[in-house]
């Protein structure tokens, strides 16, 4: 099973500012297999990004991924108020357990 | 529009058995393999089992293995959830989701998701 670990914790950032996420993987994910999900409170994961750096219909193109083999981030290059939110990761390369991280959550300085 | 709608979340005794069920619409259901996907309280997002679009192939995270149980009515367009020999460690908002493709297993559509509490 592939483990995924996200840092930080939590980000602490303003309206305006750059967001970098990180996710980390316990072993090579092939093909760069990633995704990214942002939920909110009360609501489903949407799809931000698959494929590592492909971005999912209708997300705007300040969220960007990148990274391959064990190391991806994502960048949110300029953040608006409804970016604030929880941030996972999840591999989808390799055979079933289908892995998420264990999230990072975005917060308003 | 895509729509997932699950239903079967309650409140049940550990031991107990309960069954989730997913109606989609908007999209041919019979086309994609679909997933469940849970949520703890609290807590991050963890994959539970997946079917293929034509619901010859299955499998299931370690933790609900020989417990739970996928399947799919595609003359229902409805996806469902098994779930036997309940623990408190299941209880969670489970939802559905649709594979991005046949079988991508990551997910483009997601279920508002249904609540399950497993205590006494």
């Known amino acids: 099973e592939i483990v995924l670990t996200q840092s930080p914790g939590t980000l602490s950032l303003s309206p305006g500012e750059r967001a970098t996420f990180s996710c980390r993987a316990s072993q090579s994910v092939s093909s760069s297999y990633l995704a990214w999900y942002q939920q909110k409170p009360g609501q489903a994961p949407g799809l931000l990004i698959y494929g590592a750096s492909s971005r999912a219909t209708g997300i705007p193109d300040r969220f960007s991924g990148s990274g391959s083999g064990t190391d991806f981030t994502l960048t949110i290059s300029r953040l608006e108020p409804e970016d604030f939110a929880v941030y996972y990761c999840q591999q989808y390369g390799s055979s079933p357990p289908y892995t998420f991280g264990q999230g990072t959550k975005l917060e308003i300085k | 529009q895509v729509q997932l709608v699950e239903s079967g979340g309650g409140v049940v005794q550990p031991g107990r058995s309960l069954r989730l069920s997913c109606t989609a619409s908007?999209?041919?259901?019979?086309?994609?393999?679909m997933h469940w996907v849970r949520q703890a309280p609290g807590k991050g997002l963890e994959w539970v089992a997946v079917i293929s679009y034509d619901g010859t192939n299955k499998d299931y995270a370690d933790s609900v293995k020989g417990r739970f149980t996928i399947s799919r009515d595609n003359s229902k367009n409805t996806l469902y959830l098994q779930m036997n020999s309940l623990r408190g460690e299941d209880t969670a908002v489970y939802y559905c989701?649709?594979?991005?493709?046949?079988?991508?297993?990551?997910?483009?559509?997601w279920g508002q998701g249904t609540l399950v509490t497993v205590s006494s």
């Open positions: 908007g999209f041919t259901f019979s086309f994609y393999a």
């Open positions: 989701a649709r594979d991005f493709d046949s079988w991508f297993a990551f997910f483009l559509y």
